[in-house]
């Protein structure tokens, strides 16, 4: 097979995402994609539905995860594509990473509320679409409360250039770390789920490894390789053209199979299109899949 592929976009089912399983498939085929993976955050609830309507539309859906990770006091992020969603070691990935979620949430809320914002608990869940809230979720709840229009606080976040980056802004101003309603992040570790990886049958990959909150270095891919990392995203739109050079090289000298992956959210992150990636290429779902579970 051949076509274009992207290996990294995000359904409704994600807290942060924008669009049904459905119209991401519709799109996909559309635009002429050969394989499409969704890949929520910290959740397989687009599954198998998605499988099911990629199979109807000529788009080869492939089972994804987007797990959030620490390392070395960093944030990273670890695609799970091939992941099998019903696998007990995921289940339990899952379980705790929403635990973690729900516990990091509530102190957000609270330290908003603290700064004299009105928010509560319920909002966030209601706008979250029953997934773990992210940070940007919880932001847009807090814009979209009516009680906190008139707050002078926020009225950069609602000037019309900020309209549809808003809650982006406001994570970054807020949630981010040394923001005024910072919380500590308790994930779980990037090498305990990598070391869990071949339990679920995925190939893992260490998603924009060049992002602002991971600045993955060559050391730590050496190590994460060693642990069982099988691939490496290096085309996304987060990486400039030096990145991806660099993120390139890297992937060919450790041995990783280098990625494409736009992260496609939808208004949340308007300067990602669906479909705009064009380095993807069907090889790469053939390479990954031949390291699923753990295979060399």
């Keep these: 097979m051949s076509g274009r592929v992207d290996l990294h976009v995000h359904s409704n089912r994600s807290s ?34 998605a499988v099911e309507l990629g199979s109807r539309a000529g788009v080869e859906v492939i089972p994804g995860i987007e797990v959030t990770t620490l390392y070395g006091g960093r944030e990273f992020h670890l695609l799970l594509p091939f992941v099998d969603w019903a696998s007990p070691a995921l289940a339990s990935i899952v379980e705790r990473q929403t635990a973690a979620r729900l516990d990091e949430t509530r102190e957000r809320v609270g ?51 900020n309209e549809r980056r808003a809650p982006y802004l406001f994570y970054k101003e807020y949630f981010a770390e ?32 060049g992002a602002y909150f991971m600045r ?38 450790l041995g990783l199979v280098a990625t494409a992956g ?18 993807g290429d069907y090889g790469m779902v053939e390479r990954l899949r031949a390291r699923r579970g753990g295979a060399a």
Excluded: C, W
């Design 111 to 161: 330290k908003v509320r603290a700064l004299g914002f009105d928010l509560t608990m319920d909002e966030v869940l209601e706008k979250s679409n029953g997934a773990p809230p992210l940070g940007v979720r919880i932001a847009q709840a807090l814009l979209e409360n009516p009680a906190n229009r008139e707050n002078p606080a926020l009225e950069p976040f609602y000037r019309p250039e």
């Design 216 to 253: 993955a270095t060559a050391e730590d891919l050496r190590a994460l390789r060693d642990r069982g990392l099988a691939g490496l995203e290096v085309h996304t739109f987060y990486h400039t053209a030096e990145q991806t050079a660099f993120y390139r090289g890297l992937a060919e000298e």
């Design 16 to 49: 942060d995402g924008d669009y049904a399983p459905a119209e991401l498939v519709a799109m996909a085929a559309e635009r002429g994609l050969a394989a499409l993976s969704i890949a929520d955050h910290d959740t397989v609830a687009a599954y198998p539905e």
């Design 262 to 279: 736009s992260d496609f959210h939808g208004r949340i992150k308007p300067h990602v299109a669906f479909g705009a990636l064009k380095e």
């Design 178 to 209: 040394g923001g005024r309603a910072y919380v500590p992040k308790a994930f779980l570790g990037l090498l305990e789920v990598l070391d869990a990886a071949p339990a679920t049958g995925a190939a893992p990959v260490l998603a924009h490894p």
